[in-house]
Structure formats: C-alpha cells, structure tokens
C-alpha cells in the first residue's frame, strides 16, 4: 500500500459511500459540509496532504461498543473541511435499543453546520478552518465521539 488514496466528499445528491446493512432499512442520505467545488479556489495539480477522524456513536459507553456514523476531512493547504455522515439505525438499536437517534441526528447535524464556510464554531469570532478542524476532534461527549486522528496524501481531489 502506497499510502496514498483518492478521497470525494459525500454529498446530499447522492454520496460516495454505501448505506451499509442490506439496503432493507430506510437510508439517510450522506451529508456534506463543504465541497471542493464550493471552496471557489484552484485544484492543485499536485498530492495534497490531509487530515481525518471518524465520528462514533457510543450508545452505551460503558460497554466500549460503537458505530461508525461519519468523518471529517481537513486540508490546510486547500484550506477545506469536509464533513459527511450517516446514521445506521438498525445498527445502532442492536447495541442499545434505547438509544435517542434524533438527539444524534441533531449533533452530526450541528457539527455539519459548524464546518460549513463561514462558521464561527458558535465563537464570538471566525475560526481559521485548522483551529476549527481541531475543536471538532475533540471530545465533549460521551455518546457522539470523534476517534483518532489520521494523515494522507491525496493525489487528486
């Protein structure tokens, strides 16, 4: 393995990502904060390095079990975060039947919100998207926990 990979956001018309299960549970569409295309600057024609976490759901923490329910993807050098998620009910319901799957929605969804351009991180000022990138990596709950941070290259986005 090269250690490098092609990486394309998820988006709301469509995604890259499956659904996971067997298709028989109705699918959420993945969501995206950002976009290459909306970051309105050039696509270098070089690799370009980048940053990831993937989101879990932790239903019961106690019991170390999670469910993977999306990531988060930073370039400094494209100055990008990209944020897409899916939340897999029936998998979630088979560690805890209990779980409040609106209340998850509702954060992946405000997390989605914060790594939109433009957004403070409810700061009273701009975050630069690097400082931003790493307000999202850290943990504030038990239920919905960011994992590790990764590296890349990208050899083209």
Do not use: K
């Not at 067997?22 to 940053?51: F, K, L, N, V, W």
């Not at 170390?64 to 897999?88: A, K, P, Q």
């Not at 405000?110 to 700061?123: I, N, Q, V």
């Amino acid at each position: 393995m090269s250690g490098r990979t092609n990486i394309r956001p998820m988006t709301a018309a469509g995604g890259t990502g499956s659904t996971g299960g067997t298709g028989a549970a109705r699918a959420e569409t993945p969501r995206s904060a950002e976009s290459p295309e909306t970051t309105g600057g050039p696509i270098p024609d070089h690799p370009i390095p980048y940053q990831y976490f993937v989101l879990r759901a932790v239903p019961r923490p106690e019991r170390e079990e999670f469910v993977n329910v999306g990531v988060v993807v930073y370039s400094e050098e494209l100055d990008t975060i990209l944020l897409g998620w899916h939340v897999d009910e029936p998998r979630l319901r088979a560690l805890d039947p209990s779980v409040d799957v609106e209340t998850l929605r509702g954060a992946l969804e405000h997390l989605a919100d914060l790594a939109r351009p433009g957004s403070s991180a409810g700061m009273a000022r701009p975050r630069r998207r690097g400082a931003l990138f790493g307000w999202l990596a850290a943990p504030r709950s038990s239920v919905l926990q960011p994992g590790p941070t990764h590296g890349g290259v990208v050899s083209r986005p």
